[in-house]
């Protein structure tokens, strides 16, 4: 069945450094969604992307999709202690359907302050 | 404008006991997903359901587990003859409408002693 892997599984930083998670599908994906799971929280929609080589951008946050619409990232620039968190990858079921999704198991994202 | 409401927010139940999960979508959405998470593992999709329909239960395993909808009321995820696997955080989402985004609740754990 249709996989999704994230690497890295755990990342700690420095406030202030850089991080990046990475998003690959077993599968082409019609569309992937990020989300961000605090600890203790439940999974926040961040955003979803679409089109193949698309980039958007929220503030410290930048999303990719591959072109070949296999793989994402999601990158923070400047960490803060207020990114702490598991961030998931999710695309749609092979049929399509948006709301079958395929979770990765998250990158879970520590600073130190 | 509430979100989605999930109770109860922990539930603690022994083996062979029953578990109720209630889930009330956000105002105007008659789309409600649970998923199911594991430690330290992604969310796995269970079941989709409009009101009064089981759209698709794919995710559900075929014993013990039943979902409703009713047409009026929350949503219920009913696990009979809990066993010590069914421990894990059951979350689930609603939309507004078929494919758009999900918005999570803050989960119901389901500790089974």
């Known amino acids: 069945g249709q996989q999704v892997m994230q690497i890295p599984q755990y990342q700690h930083v420095q406030e202030g450094e850089d991080f990046t998670t990475y998003c690959n599908s077993s599968?082409?994906?019609?569309?992937i969604q990020w989300y961000k799971q605090r600890p203790g929280g439940h999974p926040v929609f961040l955003i979803q992307?679409?089109?193949?080589?698309e980039v958007k951008k929220q503030k410290r946050l930048t999303f990719q999709f591959g072109e070949a619409k296999k793989n994402s990232s999601l990158h923070i620039t400047a960490t803060q202690t207020t990114d702490v968190g598991t961030y998931f990858c999710a695309g749609p079921n092979s049929g399509g359907s948006n709301y079958k999704l395929t979770f990765g198991k998250g990158t879970l994202l520590t600073v130190n302050p | 404008n509430a979100g989605v409401m999930q109770n109860p927010r922990h539930l603690v139940r022994r083996r062979g006991q029953e578990a109720r999960l209630r889930c009330s979508p956000m105002?105007?959405?008659?789309?409600v997903y649970w998923y199911r998470q594991l430690p330290e593992e992604g969310l796995k999709f269970m079941v989709y359901l409009q009101k009064e329909n089981i759209i698709d239960e794919s995710g559900m395993p075929k014993e013990r587990f039943s979902a409703e909808f009713p047409k009026e009321g929350p949503s219920i995820l009913r696990i009979q003859q809990v066993v010590r696997g069914d421990s894990a955080a059951y979350f689930c989402?609603?939309?507004?409408?078929?494919?758009?985004?999900?918005?999570f609740g803050s989960g119901t754990q389901l500790s089974v002693l």
């Open positions: 992307l679409v089109k193949s080589g």
């Open positions: 989402a609603s939309s507004p409408g078929f494919g758009e985004k999900l918005f």
């Open positions: 105002k105007g959405h008659s789309h």
């Open positions: 599968t082409t994906l019609s569309n």
